[in-house]
C-alpha cells in the first residue's frame, strides 16, 4: 500500500527527505524484527532524531490517518515492530544520546535509541550500572526495552525494567508531547509511568526515559552446577528457590546449547552434561560464602554432579559470554529456530520441561532450552528449517502444545518478550472479553483511532466481541503479512 | 424515591438487610471531615460487590471503597450522601504457595493477619503498615513504608489484580507468576489512584524470604546538616533496607534498617560503628525490627510539649501533614523553608521526615493559643506559598478545623488529560470515591 503523495511530504518536510526511505530493497531489511517468520513490508522508514521530529511525523500520521510503528534496534521477539497494513516505521536509533547523568542521585535521562549496554558502560567507572540486562544488551535500545518491559539474567533479584524508570517523555498517537512522570518517580495521580512500559509501543512513542541506575555489589560470585539431566536441574532451581534463597541470576542451559556453545566459543563447557545452572550471588563479601554453601547443597541435594566457581572475573566473563551467546550458537545447529517465553510457577519447572520436550518429540523436532530459570521465564527454543513447510507447521504445531502446557501450570503467555504479533491469539486463553476490554479502553484513552502499532499487544475487539464470551478462534498470522 | 433511598432499598433486598447498616451512631464514629458516609454496606462476595456497583450505576450513588478506615481522611473530600462499600468480609487467604513465593489474597484482608500466615512459612511482604489496614487500603493509597530502599514500593511487589471496575464488571490483569507481560499492566493503574477506578477485591503478591536478622539502629547526631550528611553517606554505600531522617529533632536522630544475613549484619553493624566514633555521632540499638515512618521518632499522638519564645511550654496537636518527592541533597534547604513558611502562615513545624531514597513529609502544629502576634493558622495560604515555591506537596491529612479550597495533590498537570480519560473509560459514569483524586477524579 503505497504512501499518498501528502503525506510522503509531510514525512519528507518533518525530517528532510534524505531521511525517508521508500525503496523496496530499503523497506526489505524493516520488514521483521528478531522473529523472522512474520513479515510485513513498511509504507516507508523514516529516521528521526528528536523529539520534535517524533512529534511531526506522528501529527502528520495521525492528520492521514495513516499507522506507524515505533523501532528501536528490531530485536524483539515477539513480531512487535512489524508494520502491519503498511504502516510507517519510526526508527529510533538515532536518538541515542545520554543526556544526563546524575551520579550522586543515580538516575540517568537518556533517548530512547541508546543501546542497553551503552549506559552502564557510561557509568561503570563511578561503580553504578543499569540493571535490566537482557541478553540481546549489545544491540537493543532502551526505547525498545521501555516498550516491552524487558528483562534479562539479573532482573531476577534487580527487578524488571518496569523496576528502573521513573519518568518518560512520551509522543501521543496525536503528535502531542507529555511528561510521565520524571527523575523522582511516578507523580500525582495515575502511575502512567508504570502504565505505558511493557505497552509495546500502542500508547505513542517515548522519546525520553528518566532511569535508575543501580550501584555494582561489592562482590559477586559465579557457580556453574552440572547436572546429569534438565530435570535434575530445574529441582535444583526449584530447591534453591523454596530455600528463601534469592540468587542475582539462575539460568538453565541444557545440553544442545551448552554443545553449540562449546563448538562455537570453546570456552571449556562439560558437554557431557545433561544441563547446567549458571549461578549468580552478589552483595557484601561477608555473607557471600556462606550463601555460596547453601546454593551447592540445594544442588548437591537435587542430584548436582559437580559445582564449579569462577576463580576470576575472566571466568566470570567467560560464563555469561556463553549464556548471552546461546541464541547466536543455536543459529549454528539449525537454519531456524523459534523461542518461546512463557512463565510457570517456579515450583511446576520440572514437569513442564518434560512435557516440551516430549511435545518437541512427538513433532519430530529438537528442543533445546536456555532460560531465566530463577524466575520461571522459560524460553524452548524449537528448532526447524523455514524452507521446508512440513517443520514450519510442525513447530507451530508444537508451540502450540508448549503454550497450552504453560497455562495449564497456571502460567502466562510472556514474562519479557512481549504479546507482539505472534501471541495475540492465545491472549483470550488467560483473558476473559472483559478483561481484554479493559485493556482495549485502556488504550483509546492514548489511542483512539489506533493508529499507534496497531494489531499488537491486545486482540482487537472484533476477534472476540462477535461470538460473545466465547473464546475465540484466530488463525494465528504467519509469514508474509 | 430518591437516589439513595433507592438504592438502599434494592441493596436491602440483594445483599440483605443485615448487612445495609445506616445506624445514625455508627455513621457518626466513621465520620470523618473528608468522608461522612450516609450508609455502609458490607457485601460478602466479590459477586454482591459487582452487584452493589451496578446498583449504584443505576441509581446514580456514589460509593467509596473502604478496608480498614485508617486513610479514608486522604484525598479530597467526598460527596455528601455516598455509601461506604466495606471489603472486610472478603478477608480470606485465597493461597499461598511457599514454594513459589507467591500469596494470593482477598483486598479486605487485614495487613497484620497476612503477615502472621506469611511469617508461619518464614516469608513475608517486606513492609511496615498499621496492623487493621486491609491489603486493598494499602495498594489504593500505594503508601509504602520506609523499607522501599531496600524493597522497593508496594508497586514492585504486586503481581495481578482482580477489581470490580465503576461499571460492575469483575476483571483481573497480571498473574501469578513473578515475571509477565501479557497484557497492559493495568495493576499499575489501580495501585495508588484511591479506589477511583475499581474496587480492588483480590491481589498476588510477590513474597520475601524473611531475613535471618533484621534490626533497627538508631543514629544521633547533635547537629542537623553533619548527621544528615553522614547518613546519605552511609546509604549511599551500604545495603541498608529502610532509613528515615527526623527534622529538625534535636538531637538530629535517624533510624536504619537492616534486614541481613548473621555475617552481612555483622559488616553492617562495624561499619555504622566506624562512622561514628565521636564527632557528636552516637549509635543505639532499638529493639525493634520494625520502622515506622508515620509515627517516628515513636511517641503519642499528642505531640511532646514545644517550648515558647516566652518560656511557656505548650502541647500542640497536629494539624496537618504534607509529602513531597524530593532527593536527599535538597531535603535539608526544602524543610528549613518549609519551617519558615509555616511559622508564616501561624503554623509550626512539628518534624520532618525524610524517607530514604525519594520521599519527604512534613507535620505541623497550628492553633498555638496566645503565641505572641502569631498569625492565625491558614493551611490554604500555606499550601499555596508552597506550592508556587516550586514544592509539588501533597496534603495527606488535616485537622477538622483546617481547610483547604485547593486540591490536596495540587494543580493540574498536562498528563491529568489522559487520566481523566482512564477514569472515563474505566469508572464512566463516575461512581467510585468521585471528587476524591487528582482534578476532580
Ligand atoms: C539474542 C536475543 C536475546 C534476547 N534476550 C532478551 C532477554 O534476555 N530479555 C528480554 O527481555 N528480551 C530479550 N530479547 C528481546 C529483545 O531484545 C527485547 O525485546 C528488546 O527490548 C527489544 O529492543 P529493540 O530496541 O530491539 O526494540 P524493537 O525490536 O525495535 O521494538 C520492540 C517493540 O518496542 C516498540 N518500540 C521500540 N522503541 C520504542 C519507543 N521508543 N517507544 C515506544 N515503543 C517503542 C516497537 O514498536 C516494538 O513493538 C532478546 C532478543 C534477541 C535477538
Ligand atoms: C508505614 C506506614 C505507617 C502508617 N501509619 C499510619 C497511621 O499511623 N495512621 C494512619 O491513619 N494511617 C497510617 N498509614 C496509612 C494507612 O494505613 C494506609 O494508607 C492503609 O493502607 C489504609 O488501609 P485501610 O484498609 O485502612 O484503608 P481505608 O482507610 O479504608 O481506605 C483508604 C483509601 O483506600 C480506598 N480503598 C480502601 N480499600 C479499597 C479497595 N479494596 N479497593 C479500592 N479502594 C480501596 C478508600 O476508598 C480510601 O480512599 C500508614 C501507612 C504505612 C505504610
Known amino acids: 500500500m503505497p504512501l499518498s503523495a501528502t503525506l510522503l511530504a509531510a514525512l519528507r518536510e518533518a525530517v528532510g527527505a534524505a531521511n525517508v526511505q521508500t525503496q523496496a530493497d530499503e523497506l526489505f531489511v524493516y520488514e521483521c524484527d528478531g522473529l523472522t517468520v512474520d513479515r510485513a513490508t513498511p509504507g516507508a522508514v523514516v529516521f528521526v532524531h528528536s523529539t520534535d521530529e517524533v512529534a511531526k511525523v506522528v501529527r502528520a500520521c495521525s492528520e492521514h490517518t495513516q499507522p506507524f510503528v515505533a523501532r528501536g534496534a528490531g530485536t524483539g521477539l515477539s513480531g512487535g515492530a512489524v508494520a502491519l497494513n503498511g504502516a510507517v516505521v519510526i526508527e529510533l536509533a538515532r536518538m541515542n544520546r545520554i543526556l544526563e547523568v546524575d551520579l550522586e542521585n543515580r538516575v540517568a535521562l537518556v533517548e530512547p535509541g541508546v543501546v542497553n549496554v551503552h549506559l552502564t558502560k557510561a557509568c561503570s567507572e563511578r561503580h553504578l550500572h543499569y540493571a535490566p540486562d537482557p541478553s540481546s544488551q549489545g544491540a537493543c535500545t532502551i526505547g525498545g526495552n521501555v516498550a516491552e518491559n524487558s528483562g534479562g539474567p539479573h532482573t531476577l533479584k534487580y527487578g524488571v525494567t518496569v523496576n528502573h524508570v521513573l519518568g518518560l517523555e512520551v509522543v501521543l498517537p496525536s503528535g502531542e508531547v507529555v511528561e510521565l512522570g520524571g527523575p523522582h518517580g511516578k507523580g500525582q495521580g495515575y502511575d502512567l509511568v508504570g502504565l505505558f512500559v511493557g505497552s509495546e509501543g500502542t500508547f505513542g512513542i517515548a522519546t525520553k526515559a528518566w532511569v535508575k541506575l543501580t550501584p555494582n555489589p561489592e562482590s559477586v560470585k559465579t557457580l556453574l552446577a552440572v547436572f546429569a539431566s534438565v530435570d535434575e536441574a530445574s529441582r535444583a532451581v526449584s530447591g534453591i528457590i523454596a530455600a528463601g534463597i534469592v540468587p542475582a541470576a539462575l539460568e538453565l542451559i541444557d545440553q544442545t546449547i551448552v554443545r553449540a556453545v562449546e563448538q562455537w566459543l570453546h570456552l571449556g563447557f562439560p558437554t557431557d552434561a545433561g544441563a547446567v545452572l549458571l549461578i549468580e550471588l552478589d552483595g557484601l563479601r561477608d555473607g557471600l560464602e556462606p550463601l555460596a554453601d547453601r546454593v551447592m547443597r540445594c544442588c548437591r541435594e537435587a542430584g548436582g554432579l559437580d559445582v564449579r566457581q569462577a576463580k576470576d572475573e575472566k571466568e566470570r566473563l567467560l560464563l555469561w559470554k556463553a549464556r548471552k551467546q546461546a541464541f547466536g550458537a543455536v543459529g549454528r545447529l539449525s537454519p531456524s529456530y523459534y523461542v518461546q517465553d512463557g512463565v510457570i510457577p517456579r515450583s511446576r519447572l520440572p514437569g513442564v520441561l518434560a512435557q516440551i520436550t516430549a511435545s518437541a518429540e512427538r513433532h519430530g523436532l529438537v528442543n533445546a532450552n536456555v532460560f531465566h530459570a530463577g524466575d520461571g521465564n522459560l524460553h524452548p527454543l524449537i528448532l526447524f528449517d523455514e524452507r521446508d513447510p512440513r517443520q514450519v507447521e510442525a513447530a507451530l504445531a508444537c508451540n502450540e502444545e508448549v503454550m497450552s502446557a504453560v497455562i495449564e501450570a497456571g502460567g502466562m503467555l510472556s514474562g519479557e518478550h512481549g504479546i507482539g504479533l505472534e501471541k495475540l491469539h492465545f491472549m483470550p486463553r488467560v483473558f476473559s472479553p472483559d478483561d481484554l476490554d479493559a485493556m482495549l479502553r485502556v488504550r483509546e484513552v492514548f489511542d483512539p483511532r489506533h493508529l499507534a502499532n496497531p494489531h499488537k499487544a491486545i486482540p482487537s475487539r472484533r476477534c472476540w466481541e462477535v461470538k460473545g464470551h466465547e473464546p475465540p478462534k484466530l488463525e494465528p498470522p504467519r509469514r508474509k503479512l | ?441
Open chain 2, 1 to 441: 424515591m430518591s437516589g439513595l433511598a433507592g438504592f438502599l432499598d434494592a441493596a436491602r433486598r440483594s445483599l440483605g438487610a443485615e448487612q445495609v447498616l445506616d445506624a445514625p451512631a455508627l455513621l457518626d464514629a466513621l465520620s470523618l471531615p473528608q468522608a461522612r458516609p450516609a450508609a455502609l454496606l458490607r457485601p460478602g462476595s466479590v459477586e454482591e460487590i459487582a452487584l452493589a456497583v451496578k446498583l449504584a450505576n443505576e441509581h446514580r450513588v456514589p460509593l467509596l471503597p473502604c478496608g480498614g478506615w485508617t486513610a479514608m481522611h486522604y484525598g479530597d473530600p467526598a460527596p455528601a450522601g455516598a455509601v461506604a462499600l466495606s471489603l472486610q468480609r472478603l478477608d480470606r487467604l485465597v493461597e499461598h504457595s511457599p514454594a513459589d513465593m507467591v500469596a494470593t489474597a482477598q483486598a479486605g484482608l487485614a495487613f497484620g493477619a497476612f503477615q502472621d500466615r506469611l511469617h508461619e512459612h518464614g516469608q513475608w511482604l517486606p513492609f511496615e503498615a498499621p496492623a487493621t489496614a486491609t491489603l486493598g487500603g494499602l495498594l489504593a493509597t500505594d503508601r509504602s513504608g520506609p523499607r522501599r530502599l531496600g524493597y522497593g514500593t508496594l508497586r514492585d511487589q504486586v503481581l495481578g489484580l482482580t477489581v470490580v471496575n465503576g461499571d460492575g464488571v469483575v476483571r483481573k490483569c497480571g498473574g501469578k507468576v513473578v515475571k509477565n507481560v501479557t497484557g497492559y499492566d493495568l495493576a499499575k493503574l489501580y495501585i495508588g489512584s484511591l479506589g477511583t477506578l475499581g474496587v480492588i477485591v483480590e491481589a498476588t503478591f510477590k513474597l520475601r524470604p524473611r531475613p535471618e536478622t533484621s534490626s533497627v539502629q538508631e543514629l544521633e547526631h547533635d547537629d542537623f546538616a553533619a548527621g544528615f550528611k553522614l547518613v546519605r553517606e552511609l546509604v549511599q554505600r551500604l545495603p541498608f533496607v529502610a532509613a528515615v531522617a527526623g527534622f529538625p529533632g534535636k538531637p538530629f536522630v535517624a533510624q536504619l534498617g537492616i534486614d541481613a544475613s548473621p555475617p552481612d549484619h555483622a559488616r553492617l553493624l562495624r561499619e555504622l560503628e566506624a562512622a561514628c566514633p565521636s564527632g557528636g555521632a552516637r549509635l543505639r540499638e532499638t529493639g525493634a525490627t520494625h520502622l515506622d515512618a508515620e509515627e517516628f521518632p515513636p511517641r503519642p499522638r499528642r505531640l511532646r510539649a514545644v517550648t515558647l519564645t516566652d518560656g511557656r511550654t505548650v502541647e500542640p496537636a497536629l494539624a496537618a501533614r504534607l509529602t513531597w518527592p524530593a532527593f536527599a541533597g535538597d531535603f535539608p534547604d526544602q524543610i528549613a523553608a518549609l519551617d519558615q513558611l509555616a511559622a508564616s502562615h501561624g503554623f509550626g513545624l512539628m518534624m520532618g521526615f525524610f524517607e530514604f531514597p525519594s520521599r519527604a513529609s512534613a507535620e505541623l502544629f497550628g492553633s498555638l493559643e496566645g503565641g505572641e502576634g502569631a498569625p492565625a493558622p491558614d493551611l490554604d495560604g500555606m499550601v499555596k506559598a508552597l506550592r508556587k515555591a516550586g514544592l509539588p506537596v501533597t496534603v495527606t491529612w488535616t485537622a477538622a478545623e483546617q481547610t483547604l479550597s485547593a486540591s490536596a495533590f495540587g494543580p493540574p498537570q498536562p498528563a491529568w488529560e489522559l487520566m481523566r480519560g482512564i477514569k472515563r473509560a474505566l469508572d464512566p459514569r463516575a461512581v467510585l470515591n468521585p471528587g476524591r483524586f487528582v482534578e476532580g477524579i
